[in-house]
């Protein structure tokens, strides 16, 4: 299910716009026409395609986001504001403002502790060492689609395993996708699980990185497991595990699948996810303004993962 | 020794430096066996939803029913894949999401390698500009910008259309860093060299640059072709005709069913993650021939 490009190509993204200077203003010459027109021929497809489908769209959604429109789309009465103050009193997106953010912060930082138990053990020298690490990562073959309607099994009252499970010590397992209290954990173990593998892929080859005699070093100097563990790995992991951080919880914020297949936002609208929120204002209630408004919401949320991520990495690049 | 003593001298060797000095003289070791259950386990546990699913597509349904939940098929059937075979077009789907993610493969190839060899070999003023233009794209989440690019697909009378499902996906700033990083890797005085050979610039590209570059060009193939693959929302929005969905919706689809048989929900969910995950397999293999070889080379 994750589409996140590798760390290298980010950093080197991120490297050449921190040495990207605006030059001075001189004034254009023939040549610089020439180059530009040019470089333009290679760059037009690429940038045709930007300006339909990601520029001009999100200043749409932005002028959108101030009009009330009819069921088909088209801006009727321009109302300003009003979306966005609707929203921030509007009961039902701040519920499901919580159940984003809480999604999130149960998805991530355990999604993300879960893998580096994985891969350190992943990470050992062993003969078929592969085999296991194929098993480990396969959920990165898994599309977010697939995945859900396994889960949806397995959450089964009555068929599923895990109940069965908790049911065989004695305990009785609870409504996974329709206890209000629930819902929101279940799509959190549903995305924890569709994120493992690539978690896993990124932190194994972040530990490959470590170079061996730091180990053996520490190991002449008496540290052991847990030591090492804390003072070597970690520290070196930083960047993979920063990386994760912020990649995991962009995917979070946009997940929409899981939601959709497992819990459709309910019950009562305690899994009413942001994204799963504009589906449902724009494409269920024909609400294209409201939904408009909650998209900049997301936009704005998504801006400013990203430019952590573009600042934390241009310095990693700078101390270089 | 086992695993447990070794985890308790660990924990002493943590308390006191002094027993852990002494410790490491000797070699430390887990049980190899202990190290491979461990791992099986885990494995296991992780593939867990994945193997099930295949599992539970060979059952009856009576049999899913039964308590405790089974987790092998007692006498395994085909019923469930012949069922789902028969009611709802899975080939056909299979077909689209092959053709539409080929087209996203294509497509981004294309203006990816045009606009990396604009950003790794040509010198133009804008260029900065320019750079932060296509990485400003990485930031607008594509779920932000849905409700205007469905309107323009509809507009432009692209709902249930191939082009409707490829077209938007068809550049890549991703991309287009991952090719750049890639020519980047060639040495420059190649490029100055065919100039001054009067070669023209996009015959240099074309003949020098895109051959050198398979390596990378085939990691953006693989990668836009599994992330159009596995796209659920858009195709959503934008398919109606039954004929017209993709497979990740078209299976989802049989969760929506008056009465849910699971048995043939499994059938249709083993047929969508199989092809995935031999690629998956085969791309392992892949990778220790590729380091075997170089071995055997070197």
Redesign the interface.
């Known amino acids: 299910?994750q589409?996140a490009?590798p760390v290298?190509?980010?950093s080197?993204?991120?490297a050449?716009?921190a040495s990207?200077?605006?030059?001075g203003r001189q004034p254009?010459t023939r040549r610089?026409?020439r180059?530009?027109g040019?470089?333009l021929?290679?760059?037009?497809?690429?940038?045709?395609?930007?300006s339909?489908?990601?520029?001009?769209?999100?200043a749409?959604?932005l002028y959108?986001s101030f009009f009330y429109t009819n069921p088909i789309?088209n801006p009727t009465t321009f109302g300003g504001v009003e979306q966005y103050v609707a929203l921030a009193t509007s009961p039902e997106f701040l519920t499901g403002l919580r159940a984003t953010f809480l999604f999130v912060l149960y998805s991530v930082p355990l999604g993300i502790a879960i893998a580096l138990v994985?891969a350190v053990?992943?990470n050992?020298r062993?003969r078929g060492?592969?085999?296991?690490?194929?098993?480990?990562?396969?959920?990165?073959?898994?599309?977010?689609?697939?995945?859900?309607?396994?889960?949806?099994?397995?959450f089964n009252p009555s068929?599923?395993?895990l109940n069965?499970l908790i049911g065989?010590i004695g305990l009785t397992g609870p409504n996974w996708l329709t206890d209000p209290n629930m819902a929101i954990l279940s799509l959190s173990i549903t995305t924890i699980?569709l994120m493992?593998g690539f978690n896993i892929i990124v932190l194994l080859a972040g530990l490959q990185g470590i170079p061996e005699e730091l180990y053996e070093s520490a190991?002449?100097d008496?540290?052991?497991?847990?030591?090492t563990f804390r003072h070597i790995t970690i520290p070196l992991l930083s960047p993979s595990l920063f990386f994760l951080l912020v990649v995991d919880a962009?995917t979070v914020?946009?997940a929409?699948?899981q939601v959709?297949?497992l819990t459709q936002g309910g019950p009562v609208d305690t899994t009413r996810v942001l994204?799963y929120s504009?589906?449902l204002d724009?494409?269920v209630n024909f609400q294209?303004g409201y939904?408009?408004a909650q998209?900049?919401v997301?936009?704005f949320i998504?801006?400013l993962l990203?430019?952590i991520q573009?600042r934390f990495v241009e310095r990693r690049v700078h101390y270089q | 020794m086992s695993a447990a003593s070794v985890g308790a001298e660990a924990r002493a060797g943590v308390r006191s430096g002094t027993v852990a000095r002494i410790q490491a003289r000797r070699p430390i070791r887990w049980s190899r066996v202990g190290r491979y259950l461990l791992l099986a386990i885990v494995s296991l546990a992780v593939a867990f939803p994945i193997l099930l699913a295949f599992s539970y597509s060979f059952m009856t349904e009576r049999e899913i029913a039964t308590s405790p939940p089974p987790i092998f098929p007692a006498a395994p059937t085909l019923d469930n894949y012949a069922r789902v075979i028969g009611s709802i077009p899975i080939f056909r789907y299979l077909l689209n999401s092959f053709l539409a993610s080929s087209l996203v493969v294509i497509g981004q190839l294309l203006t990816a390698t045009l606009a990396a060899f604009a950003f790794a070999f040509l010198d133009f003023r804008g260029k900065p500009l320019i750079f932060l233009l296509f990485i400003s794209t990485m930031m607008v989440p594509w779920e932000a910008t849905i409700i205007p690019n469905y309107l323009t697909i509809r507009t432009l009378g692209w709902l249930d259309s191939y082009q409707g499902l490829s077209v938007p996906f068809m550049a890549s700033a991703f991309g287009t860093f991952l090719l750049r990083q890639s020519f980047l890797q060639l040495p420059r005085d190649l490029f100055d060299a065919a100039v001054m050979d009067g070669a023209s610039k996009f015959r240099f590209l074309w003949w020098i640059v895109v051959p050198l570059s398979r390596a990378g060009m085939a990691t953006l193939a693989v990668y836009a072709f599994l992330s159009t693959w596995n796209q659920y929302f858009w195709p959503l929005l934008i398919t109606n005709q039954p004929l017209m969905r993709t497979t990740q919706v078209g299976i989802a689809q049989l969760r929506f069913e008056e009465t849910l048989r699971w048995g043939n929900l499994m059938a249709g969910v083993s047929m969508v993650v199989l092809p995935t995950l031999l690629l998956l397999v085969l791309g392992q293999l892949q990778l220790v021939r590729g380091l075997t070889a170089g071995a055997v080379k070197g």
């Open positions: 299910m589409t490009p290298a190509t980010l080197a993204a991120s050449a716009a990207a200077v605006i030059p254009w610089d026409l180059s530009l040019e470089a021929l290679y760059l037009g497809p690429s940038l045709v395609l930007f339909a489908f990601v520029f001009v769209p999100l749409r959604t959108l789309g994985l053990l992943g050992q062993l060492i592969n085999l296991f690490r194929t098993l480990m990562s396969s959920t990165i073959a898994v599309s977010a689609s697939v995945g859900a309607l396994m889960w949806l099994l397995l068929l599923g395993l069965y065989s699980w493992l190991r002449i008496g540290a052991m497991g847990v030591n962009i914020f946009q929409f699948t959709r297949l994204v504009i589906y724009a494409f294209f939904a408009s998209s900049m997301l936009f998504i801006l990203t430019i573009f």
